[in-house]
């Protein structure tokens, strides 16, 4: 490069210029331009791209190299062997997330939008689960998969792992309990601290694994032998590195909150106090994030949402906000919660309790009597809730007339009518939009003083849950709206249709069973319900919408707008739930900035900085509801323990080539009956027909068929259960059935 050029790209002008002056005392060219000028340049080392920038100064080159890092870090720069900075994706190389799989193999879920990449065995020796990674695409596997070559490690993300201690001729080793971390983890004579063969422990990674070498850890923690009751939840956040521990640095900041808000908080507020808003939540509900309060107009209804405002107590950058940032979701486990914020801000400030003034952010629809959002605003207020409602209080009050509650919450009751009014005139909407609603179950647990499953049971929604839900999903939408109109980069929350080899396996099913679903090549949210209305009455129902369900993608989040599929919405974002989740408190700061005069140019979060939380949000969302699952697996596991040789009927939900798992009535527990305990015959997978058919004797095993089975095994380590076949099914007309020949 000639100086001439060094001199021409240092003089012209970043677009985000103001931006980064905003945020820093001492502004350096952003992110995008510096991506703007190795482009322009091609791969460049760091003392060219300073030259380039036209940065001399100890402080200036000391702020870039911190901003190389961090880009490099995030996945939109990689420094090549010859120590030059070059543009991801320029060189087919793809930055992204890596997902271990429990066999070895594994994937790169990309950063930006794209399919995902196949790494195999072999590529994943050097990685964990969770890690990020560069890859270089190789070319095609043999099921026609993108494949890839790792390139560069850009974060470890697998610091600890639980799981139990095996010694064997010497050698211990850590088998984790986390199946998608699938090294061993070596721990020298010298570090095992203490614990011995079969314990539960802690250990923590010295040496990461590379393409030659096994990882390296020392026990830092032994959990026991047994589990006692919570350990499940303890493994867990051990295995999924959750934090449960709240850092000096954020302690030294929450601790001048207090527990009311002071006046001087309201200043510049609409006072809210006066309507009779009120929170509608579970029985067992410990934070209140949202309140409601509805009421008619000439031509439909004002709904005002309210949400606790956690920005103004979240400053961006504080260490409160990294370590929300880093944890990025609450994590709910039967027994507990581990919380994004901290419970002076999430039991307390930023709680709508009742009777207290609480600072929130409003969203105010006027909705017509169509269900359509006529026109909305946000704006920050001060509110007192009126009541703390639960939702089977609302629906005795609205459905049953319950009198002694309708007595007692008389003042509200013409509110709550209206909300339940509009919430119908939005279900209505809801259908002719065409969003998909699958009946699905979703359970509880009951337990004993020994804190032990003494009872698993559905939870039943009632009209009250729908009605919030509705009330939350327009505010929702209405954010959305808002950023879209202001073309304002924010986090959406996107859901996207159905892949094309999904589709088509879909569609190979229905054809088997003379369905079909309408929509082409593309089809809409509007035609996947339209088949569901149509099957409502069939006996198989269930078995179809499992397959259904299992066609569409994953929901994420992302900072540019591609609609969600299932909600059926053009736009979607959240909102309504910043105690809780990491997005909805960047929608908060989005709103305020825009409220107060900001536009897109200097907006605290630039695009390539947004693309990189959605990421990591929803790796956290994903992570949040791994350890969950692991935990209820466990429970699930410890509970059937006690119902060996048990007999029970249930319903095939999910077929796979090495057997079917199967849901018992009236526990909601899957097991696995493995093909090796079909010794009548030989059984071939048909993935798209999801069944198992036998070769000899035609008889077909189908998702959604009805078995009896007998409890044969429970391995608490891998959380498995094992079922046998017991006999007939109960009910012939949804029993297995033989080919016809």
């Given at each position: 490069?000639?100086?001439?050029?060094?001199?021409?790209?240092?003089?012209?002008?970043?677009?985000?210029?103001?931006?980064?002056?905003?945020?820093?005392?001492?502004?350096?060219?952003?992110?995008?331009?510096?991506?703007?000028?190795?482009?322009?340049?091609?791969?460049?080392?760091f003392?060219?791209?300073?030259?380039?920038?036209?940065?001399?100064?100890?402080?200036?080159?000391?702020a870039?190299?911190?901003?190389?890092?961090?880009?490099?870090?995030?996945?939109?720069?990689?420094?090549n062997?010859r120590?030059?900075?070059?543009?991801?994706?320029?060189?087919?190389?793809?930055?992204?997330?890596?997902?271990?799989?429990?066999?070895?193999?594994?994937?790169l879920?990309?950063?930006?939008?794209?399919?995902?990449?196949?790494?195999?065995?072999?590529?994943?020796?050097?990685?964990?689960?969770?890690?990020?990674?560069?890859?270089?695409?190789?070319?095609?596997?043999?099921?026609?998969?993108?494949?890839?070559?790792v390139?560069?490690?850009?974060?470890?993300?697998?610091r600890?792992v639980?799981?139990?201690?095996?010694?064997?001729?010497?050698?211990?080793?850590?088998?984790?309990?986390?199946?998608?971390?699938?090294?061993?983890?070596?721990?020298?004579?010298?570090?095992?601290?203490?614990?011995?063969?079969?314990?539960?422990?802690?250990?923590?990674i010295?040496?990461?694994?590379?393409?030659?070498?096994?990882?390296?850890?020392?026990?830092?923690?032994?959990?026991?032998?047994?589990?006692?009751?919570g350990?499940?939840?303890?493994?867990?956040?051990?295995?999924?590195?959750?934090?449960?521990?709240?850092?000096e640095?954020?302690?030294?900041?929450?601790?001048?909150?207090?527990?009311?808000?002071?006046?001087?908080?309201?200043?510049?507020?609409?006072?809210?106090?006066?309507?009779?808003?009120?929170?509608?939540?579970?029985?067992?509900?410990?934070?209140?994030?949202?309140?409601?309060?509805?009421?008619?107009?000439?031509?439909?209804?004002?709904?005002?949402?309210?949400?606790?405002?956690?920005?103004?107590?979240?400053?961006?950058?504080?260490?409160?906000?990294?370590e929300?940032?880093?944890?990025?979701?609450?994590?709910?486990?039967?027994?507990?919660?581990?919380?994004?914020?901290?419970?002076?801000?999430?039991?307390?400030?930023?709680?709508?309790?009742?009777?207290?003034?609480?600072?929130?952010?409003?969203?105010?629809?006027?909705?017509?009597?169509?269900?359509?959002?006529?026109?909305?605003?946000?704006?920050?207020?001060v509110?007192?809730?009126?009541?703390?409602?639960?939702?089977?209080?609302?629906?005795?009050?609205l459905?049953?007339?319950?009198?002694a509650?309708?007595a007692?919450?008389?003042?509200?009751?013409?509110?709550?009518?209206?909300?339940?009014?509009?919430?119908?005139?939005?279900?209505?909407?809801?259908?002719?939009?065409?969003?998909?609603?699958?009946?699905?179950?979703?359970?509880?647990f009951r337990?004993?003083?020994?804190?032990k499953?003494?009872?698993?049971?559905?939870?039943?929604?009632?009209?009250?849950?729908?009605?919030?839900?509705?009330?939350?999903?327009?505010?929702?939408?209405?954010?959305?709206?808002?950023?879209?109109?202001?073309?304002?980069?924010?986090?959406?929350?996107?859901?996207?249709?159905?892949?094309?080899?999904?589709?088509?396996?879909?569609?190979?099913?229905?054809?088997?069973?003379?369905?079909?679903?309408?929509?082409?090549?593309?089809?809409?949210?509007?035609?996947y319900?339209?088949l569901?209305?149509?099957i409502?009455?069939?006996?198989?129902?269930?078995?179809?919408?499992?397959?259904?369900?299992?066609?569409?993608?994953?929901?994420?989040?992302?900072?540019?707008?591609?609609?969600?599929?299932?909600?059926?919405?053009?736009?979607?974002?959240?909102?309504?739930?910043?105690?809780?989740?990491?997005?909805?408190?960047?929608?908060?700061?989005?709103?305020?900035?825009?409220?107060?005069?900001?536009?897109?140019?200097?907006?605290?979060?630039s695009?390539?900085?947004?693309?990189?939380?959605?990421?990591?949000?929803?790796?956290?969302?994903?992570?949040?509801?791994?350890?969950?699952?692991d935990?209820?697996?466990?429970?699930?596991?410890?509970?059937?323990?006690?119902r060996?040789?048990?007999?029970?009927?249930?319903?095939?939900?999910?077929?796979?080539?090495?057997?079917?798992?199967?849901e018992?009535?009236?526990?909601?527990?899957?097991?696995?009956?493995?093909?090796?305990?079909l010794?009548?015959?030989?059984?071939?997978?048909?993935?798209v027909?999801?069944?198992?058919?036998?070769?000899?004797?035609?008889?077909?095993?189908?998702?959604?068929?009805?078995?009896?089975?007998?409890?044969?095994?429970?391995?608490?380590?891998?959380?498995?259960?094992?079922?046998?076949?017991?006999?007939?099914?109960?009910?012939?007309?949804?029993?297995?059935?033989?080919?016809?020949?």
């Amino acid at each position: 490069m000639t100086r001439r050029d060094s001199k021409r790209a240092g003089r012209a002008q970043d677009p985000h210029r103001s931006r980064e002056a905003k945020k820093y005392a001492h502004p350096i060219p952003s992110r995008e331009f510096i991506q703007q000028v190795l482009s322009e340049h091609g791969p460049l080392d760091f003392d060219q791209l300073a030259r380039t920038l036209a940065l001399h100064s100890e402080q200036d080159l000391e702020a870039l190299q911190r901003r190389v890092k961090a880009m490099a870090r995030d996945g939109q720069l990689v420094e090549n062997r010859r120590g030059a900075y070059c543009l991801v994706n320029k060189r087919d190389l793809i930055a992204g997330r890596v997902i271990g799989h429990p066999d070895g193999f594994g994937f790169l879920k990309p950063d930006e939008a794209g399919e995902d990449l196949f790494l195999s065995a072999r590529e994943m020796r050097g990685l964990f689960h969770n890690d990020r990674a560069v890859v270089r695409v190789t070319g095609q596997d043999r099921r026609g998969r993108l494949e890839g070559a790792v390139v560069e490690i850009l974060e470890r993300n697998t610091r600890r792992v639980v799981g139990r201690l095996h010694q064997e001729s010497g050698v211990g080793f850590v088998v984790p309990d986390n199946k998608r971390l699938h090294h061993d983890i070596i721990i020298p004579r010298d570090a095992l601290g203490g614990a011995t063969q079969g314990q539960i422990l802690v250990a923590e990674i010295v040496e990461q694994p590379t393409k030659r070498t096994q990882p390296i850890g020392r026990v830092v923690e032994v959990l026991g032998e047994h589990m006692a009751a919570g350990m499940e939840t303890d493994i867990a956040i051990r295995a999924f590195d959750l934090s449960v521990v709240w850092l000096e640095a954020v302690q030294e900041e929450i601790w001048v909150f207090g527990t009311e808000v002071p006046e001087a908080a309201r200043a510049g507020r609409e006072d809210l106090r006066a309507l009779p808003l009120v929170t509608i939540d579970g029985a067992d509900a410990r934070d209140f994030d949202d309140a409601v309060y509805c009421e008619r107009t000439p031509k439909g209804w004002r709904l005002l949402v309210c949400i606790a405002d956690v920005s103004a107590y979240v400053a961006l950058g504080s260490a409160l906000d990294q370590e929300a940032y880093q944890r990025g979701t609450s994590v709910y486990f039967p027994d507990r919660v581990i919380p994004m914020l901290p419970e002076v801000l999430s039991n307390g400030l930023c709680s709508l309790n009742p009777q207290v003034d609480r600072l929130c952010m409003t969203c105010e629809l006027y909705i017509s009597e169509d269900g359509r959002i006529i026109r909305s605003r946000f704006f920050p207020a001060v509110m007192r809730s009126q009541a703390r409602l639960t939702y089977d209080q609302v629906a005795a009050m609205l459905l049953d007339g319950d009198a002694a509650l309708c007595a007692e919450h008389a003042e509200l009751l013409p509110h709550l009518h209206q909300l339940y009014a509009l919430y119908q005139v939005l279900d209505a909407g809801r259908r002719v939009r065409g969003a998909i609603d699958f009946d699905t179950t979703e359970t509880k647990f009951r337990f004993d003083e020994q804190g032990k499953i003494a009872e698993i049971y559905p939870l039943l929604r009632n009209e009250a849950h729908k009605l919030i839900e509705e009330c939350m999903l327009a505010a929702n939408v209405a954010a959305a709206r808002l950023f879209e109109r202001k073309r304002l980069p924010a986090l959406y929350r996107i859901h996207q249709g159905p892949k094309a080899e999904k589709l088509n396996d879909l569609r190979a099913f229905l054809g088997e069973l003379g369905l079909g679903l309408p929509g082409g090549d593309k089809p809409q949210a509007k035609d996947y319900a339209t088949l569901m209305e149509g099957i409502r009455e069939r006996p198989d129902r269930h078995l179809i919408q499992t397959v259904m369900l299992r066609s569409l993608s994953q929901a994420m989040y992302a900072p540019g707008n591609l609609g969600h599929f299932g909600l059926a919405y053009p736009a979607y974002t959240h909102f309504t739930s910043p105690i809780r989740r990491y997005p909805d408190l960047i929608v908060h700061r989005a709103i305020k900035h825009l409220l107060a005069g900001g536009t897109a140019e200097d907006l605290d979060y630039s695009l390539p900085r947004l693309q990189a939380m959605g990421e990591h949000c929803s790796a956290a969302e994903r992570r949040a509801d791994e350890a969950t699952w692991d935990a209820i697996a466990w429970l699930k596991c410890e509970y059937m323990r006690e119902r060996l040789g048990e007999q029970h009927a249930g319903t095939l939900s999910g077929v796979s080539s090495f057997g079917f798992f199967v849901e018992l009535d009236g526990i909601y527990v899957d097991g696995l009956v493995h093909i090796s305990s079909l010794d009548n015959d030989y059984y071939h997978f048909d993935p798209v027909g999801h069944r198992l058919t036998g070769e000899r004797t035609g008889m077909i095993y189908r998702l959604g068929d009805r078995v009896q089975v007998v409890v044969a095994a429970v391995n608490l380590d891998e959380r498995k259960i094992d079922f046998v076949l017991a006999g007939p099914p109960p009910e012939p007309g949804q029993s297995r059935k033989r080919r016809r020949r």
